[in-house]
Structures are given as C-alpha cells and as structure tokens.
C-alpha cells in the first residue's frame, strides 16, 4: 500500500547549516518530524557545495516518514556568485548596472540551472537566466 502524503515543505537553506532553529526548526516540528535526523542527513549531502543556498523540498508522509531532494541554487545566487558581487542593482532598467555577464558565463548558469527550470534546451534556459539577470541590473554581452 503506498504512503499518504501529508504536506510537502519547500525551504531554502544555507549548504551544509541546517539547525534546529527557523526556519528548519518551525517547518518540521509542526509534522512531528526529527529535526536533528534531517539537519544532520541533509549537512552531510550539501556540506561540499561550499557557502551557497539550497533549495529543499521534502514531501512528509502521514506516518511521519519523509524524503526530500535537494535543487540547484536560485538562479539570482548563480549570478552574484559568478560575477563576484554581494547584490543586485537597488534600481534595475533605470542605467545603473552591477556588472556584466558574458554569454560562456550565461551557458554556464543555464547548464547548472536547467534541471529545476521548466526549459527544454540550454537556450532557453540562457533566456530565462538572461531575465533574471536584467531584473537584478546586469548587463548580458552579446559577444
């Protein structure tokens, strides 16, 4: 007989910092899950990925069993980290850009990001990152 799912949870958490505390702490305790049994699983499987964000999402059965999996970073995190800045442009389309992606950076995130995106190809996913990148006030060459 299959498992009822209960709830799904998406978070995004810190790669290799899950703790007890929210909002990991006040997703699952609600579920009556064990959240020092996630925290540690999911610190040992992202500990590698270095000071990025991960997104999580964990389907809770009605047994209070769960799994999750975890997703590539936002596409916004990709372009910050790729570039070398902190943040975006405070006024994104009004001239003030923060830097400038290249369309071999672009292809990059695309690849790394095409899983988690609803994009067919990688070209499509280069548009999609490309929209995110001009909403955060970079510049996309057109070498």
Known sequence: MPKVVKTIIKLQIPAGKANPAPPVGTALGPQGLNIMEFCTDFNQKTAHLGNVVVPVEMTVFEDRTY????????????????????????????????????????????EQKLPDLSARDVDAAMKVIEGTARGMGVEIAKD
Do not use: R
């Not at 980290?81 to 975006?88: P, V």
């Open 67 to 110: 799994t999750y999996i975890t997703k590539q970073p936002p596409a916004a995190n990709l372009i910050l980290t790729e570039l070398g800045i902190e943040k975006g442009s405070q006024t994104p389309g009004k001239g003030a850009t923060v830097g400038k992606l290249s369309q071999a950076q672009l292809k990059k995130i695309a």
